[in-house]
């Protein structure tokens, strides 16, 4: 089997794989959460004193690190408590509470 066989194989079930985490790590639609192209935002419950947390992901993408095709896979995700009156203006969120 030649090289570039195998290097097809081989992105495919890498593909695959990626796919299959960001189906299993995906929140549920009832969580309060709104998607983006490259971002997902979901807002936790409001608390007694009016602050929430909003939490956001972004899947695992492929991109070609320019050494030879390698690939490199990365994805993240971060939660934050929002404050009453605090702005929301900020890296493309939805500035207003996401029921």
Known sequence: MSAGVQMMRLLAVLVLAVAAVGVGTAAPAAAGCQVQPFVTWCDG???PDGSWQRCWQNPPSIVNNGAGGGIVINGGQQ???????????????PPHYIP
């Open 45 to 47: 419950p409001i608390q």
């Open 79 to 93: 939660c934050n408590t929002v404050l009453p009156g605090q702005p929301l203006d900020g890296w493309g969120q």
